[in-house]
């Protein structure tokens, strides 16, 4: 029987191994990501085969994930509650960026299992992930463009 420690690493890895073999981006996209030859930091260490903890991914690739989810995963929506209440992905549970606490909050979360986090255009949970990363969350990937990227991809919000 493996411990618990040994699942959630498993299950990290797993989502580490399925958003490397995506098309996995920089956070955030920005000319200032990326090395001269244009290829983000994140795309070099993805194609080297090397595990990518902290990370941006398309919501196709988002939602390849949650089809078959790693055993842990937490989907994690970092919108206001009234954001919240006009959809939001299955099974996603919420913690309002703009809360006074939200640093604090978000360090009492496991740090040893796997995020997918998503907000509504990609830019609170793009500054969770650099939090999340500083706080030494092992992993943790971003939905680009967040729940409206989400949308336009035709893919379903829970209303």
Do not use: K
Not at 41 to 54: D, F, L, M, S, Y
Not at 83 to 100: C, K, N, P, S
Request: with cysteine.
């Amino acid at each position: 029987m493996r411990s618990s420690t040994t699942v959630r690493r498993a299950s990290a890895l797993v989502l580490t191994a399925l958003l490397a073999a995506g098309a996995v981006t920089g956070c955030g996209g920005s000319d200032s990501d990326s090395d001269s030859d244009g290829s983000s930091t994140t795309e070099q260490v993805a194609t080297a085969g090397a595990p990518v903890g902290i990370a941006t991914v398309s919501p196709e690739d988002a939602d390849t994930v949650l089809a078959d989810p790693p055993e842990d995963l937490v989907v994690l929506d970092v919108r206001t509650v009234e954001e919240f209440e006009t959809g939001h992905i299955e099974g996603a549970v919420m913690l309002d960026f703009y809360r006074d606490d939200f640093q604090e909050q978000l360090s009492t979360l496991d740090p040893d299992v796997p995020y997918l986090v998503y907000c509504r255009s990609g830019n609170r949970s793009g500054q969770t992930l650099s939090m999340m990363q500083q706080l030494g969350f092992a992993s943790a990937v971003d939905i680009d463009g967040g729940v409206v990227a989400w949308e336009q991809a035709g893919l379903p919000l829970v209303r």
